[in-house]
């Protein structure tokens, strides 16, 4: 009698997070469907660094080597009080490899691209309605974009639909945290400027926060939480042509729990912070690369690995939130004595070795160690 076909483990969201944990599993022989919402991918971009750690974690394909290819090194930082750099910091000592600046569109082309030389390619407009399981298996209802619906069943299911996840919404896990309140500004925007394009720049302004990094071709990324934030850019830049803008709230949140038997959340489904640190898409990417370690386990028997996944990545998750939410609350520049305080101490702070070394280990998501077991 000939073999069972094996019914494919399930991963709900195409974002970095999903790619990349759908290509884990396939280069591990795992067979994969990955299910997607949107008929389309995304063309803008949230993410812009891939830090050393996901770098690390994509070598063995042939993903990092083309983000490194078609990116550029971040090689260092500069801080900004009007148009006077009041501190920088060299990055091209201080780290094992440099982060690569690169449009989140792009990273998850790439890693679209290295899933599909699997034969494995997203279903898109296909999304989560329902979820259930029990000690065998867990079943889903999909509805097509048509509306159509089908029950399916799958051995595991991997979250990766973002922070309003259906998924986490249907394990009935909660997400506490806290949100700031103004709301964060967005824009791709051409910039007539002096400033170092392989530095990303920080702006102290006098009523918020600023943030600039080069994208490609004299196109800048522009974020604050100030009233006008493209009327406080450092040394005397000037933006011209508004390539895309949105805006945003920033909330600080972790998922109740990590796994619920035979389904667990990564990335944005699990956790979400602000971009400062740049830790949001890299430590989605790290979720994916435990847990496809830990599915890989519980599907030849191992199912406990499910629940490890859980205790292996949920204090990682509250730790760098923690982190990231205690270094916005200082940065963001509200209320004013806080103010006072960021403008007067982080200069000097990051002059002094051992904080200048933890900020860079955030940065590079080199903080905690890559742990896939307990």
């Known amino acids: 009698m000939a073999a069972s076909t094996p019914v494919p483990l399930m991963i709900v969201g195409a974002g970095p997070t999903g790619l990349s944990a759908a290509l884990f599993l396939a280069r591990r022989g795992v067979p994969v469907r990955i299910i997607d919402a949107a008929m389309q991918p ?22 990092a080597a083309r983000i490194i290819a078609e990116g550029w090194a971040v090689k260092g930082m500069a801080m900004h009080r009007g148009n006077r750099e009041v501190a920088s910091v060299d990055l091209q000592h201080q780290m094992p490899q440099l982060p690569i600046g690169l449009a989140q569109a792009r990273t998850e082309a790439l890693l679209n691209d290295a899933l599909e030389a699997f034969g494995i390619h997203v279903e898109r407009g296909l999304s989560l309605q329902a979820l259930q399981q029990d000690a065998e298996q867990v079943t889903l209802t999909l509805q097509q974009a048509d509306g159509s619906t089908q029950m399916v069943q799958a051995p595991l299911v ?64 522009v974020i604050g939480n100030g009233a006008d934030p493209l009327a406080q850019l450092p040394c005397g830049s000037v933006p011209g042509e508004v390539m895309w803008q949105s805006q945003f709230h920033i909330a600080h949140r972790v998922a109740g729990k990590a796994s619920v038997g035979r ?28 847990f496809a370690d830990c599915a890989f386990d519980a599907l030849n028997g191992s199912l406990e690995r499910m629940q490890e996944y859980a205790e292996l990545r949920q204090p990682v998750h509250r730790e760098v939130v923690r982190n990231i939410a205690a270094l916005t609350r200082l940065m963001r520049g509200r209320p004013a004595p806080l103010c006072w305080l960021r403008n007067t101490l982080m200069p000097e702070l990051v002059k002094v070795a051992p904080l200048r070394h933890r900020l860079l280990q955030t940065m590079a998501g080199l903080d905690h160690p890559l742990r896939t077991r307990l």
């Not at 995304?42 to 042939?62: D, G, I, W």
């Not at 990335?267 to 989605?284: E, F, K, Q, T, V």
């Open 263 to 290: 389904v667990a959340l990564g990335g944005d489904a699990a956790h979400i912070h602000s971009p400062l640190g740049a830790r949001g898409m890299n430590l989605g990417i790290e979720d994916a690369y435990v």
């Open 158 to 221: 991997f979250g990766a639909d973002g922070a309003r996840s259906v998924v986490r919404h249907a394990l009935g896990v909660d997400f506490a945290g806290s949100a700031l309140p103004e709301p964060w500004l967005l824009w791709d925007v051409r910039l007539d400027t002096s400033l170092d394009p392989l530095r990303a720049h920080i702006g102290l302004q006098p009523d918020g926060f600023l943030f600039l990094m080069h994208l490609q071709a004299g196109i800048w990324r």
């Open 42 to 63: 995304t063309t803008t971009s949230k993410a812009l660094l891939v830090n050393p750690r996901s770098l690390e974690m994509l070598k063995e394909s042939s993903v």
